[in-house]
């Protein structure tokens, strides 16, 4: 069973900086793509951004793009998301999620509150 645990969130101004972080309690993290998705109240949640295993591909959201980073660690067993200009609109429980061979697994998630 893969634990994963995000942390990083908080209460930010617009236009302000977070960086989540996601650590996952598995042997062989690098065998894991990995992603960052996000649900505001009241709405579906959405896929933010996603990373391959060896770090080499990623993907963004249209709204996040050239704002957010996503990265990794597969020696920490770490995937992070850099989230620069933040907008109060993007406040929102922000979970990460592990896939390998069919198998998926989400994290608790943390809240993302963009407001001043």
């Known amino acids: 069973q893969v634990q994963l645990v995000e942390s990083g969130g908080g209460l930010v101004q617009p236009g302000g900086s977070l960086t989540l972080s996601c650590v996952a309690s598995?042997?062989?993290?690098?065998?894991?793509?990995m992603s960052w998705h996000r649900q505001a109240p009241g709405k579906e949640r959405e896929l933010v951004a996603s990373i391959s295993g060896t770090g080499t591909a990623t993907t963004y959201a249209d709204s996040v793009r050239g704002r957010f980073t996503i990265s990794r660690d597969n020696v920490k067993n770490t995937v992070y998301l850099q989230m620069n200009s933040l907008k109060p609109e993007e406040t929102a429980v922000y979970s990460c999620?592990?896939?390998?061979?069919?198998?998926?697994?989400w994290g608790q998630g943390t809240q993302v509150t963009v407001s001043s």
């Open positions: 598995v042997f062989t993290f690098g065998n894991y793509a």
């Open positions: 999620k592990a896939i390998r061979a069919g198998s998926i697994y």
